[in-house]
């Protein structure tokens, strides 16, 4: 296990945030020591927005044995998404198709639920295994109360590893489902960002509302709501987290969304008065 002071600016997609004492745990073993004191859980950061003071709690990565994975066992919570998809596509197994184009860990994107259109994570988890209240338990995806952009894991809890269900289908033909997901995330920004800054209501598209709303541009400092996707504020370089924060409470006083991203630190003290 490793403890060290990091700028989270260097571990989250959006490229700012804080300093953080940042535990990075490599096996089970390590979990009890490291969650002995108030802790958050970092994955790939891809979608945070972390303040520019930090956060005071510790933040636990996942290291070691939690990176490895085996498609026909288990995951580790620390691998990235988008491995695992480059071999099920090599060996034809379908299922995390869906996920294409999303910078996510397994961990993060259960949390999340992330996903497209196309599939979201839980229609790939056979099993999940989570460390919470000083124990790894094991959970069927049904008891984890997983819905769009959302899941109910118990209080604390660490994902550590998933089995997934894949299923085998030839390379062909998830190559083919890939080509889809790729194709609906060409309108996206290559810019630094965090994803969607928010959730799509009910029937309806997030960004196609801020777009309607002539939205687009619109600019606090170094942040701005993408030009080429609405729900998208990007980091046009040397952004702050209170520019991001006030950009994002701005959409919000023209349209009722809610925010999808992760919230870290005292973001609120920070807003920018304009
Ligand atoms: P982080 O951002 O690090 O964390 C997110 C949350 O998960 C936090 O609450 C964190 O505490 C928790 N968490 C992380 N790891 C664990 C763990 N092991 N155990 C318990 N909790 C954990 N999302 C989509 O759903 N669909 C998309 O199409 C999509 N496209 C994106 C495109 C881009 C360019 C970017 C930058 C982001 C996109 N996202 C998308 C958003 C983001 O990738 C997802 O929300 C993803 O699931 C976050 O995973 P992460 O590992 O980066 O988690
Ligand atoms: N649209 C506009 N203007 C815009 C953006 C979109 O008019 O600026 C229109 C599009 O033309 C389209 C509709 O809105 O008719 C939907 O757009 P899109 O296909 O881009 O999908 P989305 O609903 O905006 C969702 C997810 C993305 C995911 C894409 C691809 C949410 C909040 N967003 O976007 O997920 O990548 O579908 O399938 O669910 C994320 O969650 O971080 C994320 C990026």
Redesign the pocket.
């Known amino acids: 296990m490793k403890v060290e002071r990091l700028e989270l600016s260097k571990l989250?997609?959006l490229g700012v945030g804080g300093p953080a004492e940042v535990w990075t745990v490599e096996t089970p073993e390590d979990l009890p020591l490291a969650t002995q004191a108030p802790y958050?859980?970092?994955?790939?950061?891809?979608?945070?927005l972390v303040a520019d003071s930090g956060v005071k709690e510790r933040v636990i990565r996942?290291g070691g044995v939690f990176k490895e994975w085996d498609l026909r066992g288990w995951v580790g919570?620390?691998a990235l998404v988008s491995s695992l998809l480059l071999k099920s596509a090599r060996l034809g197994l379908s299922g995390l198709e869906g996920?294409y184009?999303?910078?996510?860990?397994?961990?993060?994107?259960?949390?999340?639920?992330?996903?497209?259109r196309f599939g979201?994570?839980v229609d790939a988890l056979e099993r999940v295994e989570?460390f919470h209240d000083g124990a790894l338990h094991i959970y069927r995806p049904e008891e984890l109360g997983f819905a769009y952009?959302h899941s109910a894991?118990p209080a604390g809890?660490?994902?550590?590893r998933a089995k997934l269900r894949l299923r085998e289908v030839g390379e062909e033909a998830v190559r083919a489902k890939i080509a889809l997901v790729d194709a609906a995330?060409k309108g996206?920004p290559k810019k630094k960002?965090?994803?969607?800054a928010f959730k799509n209501p009910v029937g309806d598209s997030a960004g196609r509302l801020i777009d309607r709303a002539g939205l687009k541009g619109l600019t606090v400092g170094r942040a701005m709501v993408s030009h080429e996707h609405g729900n998208f504020i990007v980091n046009l370089g040397g952004a702050t987290a209170r520019e991001i924060y006030t950009l994002l409470r701005r959409v919000q006083q023209f349209l009722p969304l809610e925010v999808?991203w992760?919230i870290w630190g005292n973001l609120e003290a920070e807003e920018v008065r304009v």
Do not use: D, K
């Not at 184009?101 to 497209?116: H, L, S």
């Not at 960002?193 to 969607?196: K, M, P, T």
């Open positions: 989250t997609t958050r859980v970092l994955g790939n950061g891809s979608n945070l996942l919570a620390g996920l184009g999303v910078p996510a860990q397994v961990g993060g994107a259960i949390r999340m639920n992330a996903g497209t979201e994570m989570i952009r894991l809890a660490i994902v550590t995330r996206q960002s965090a994803g969607c999808e992760e």
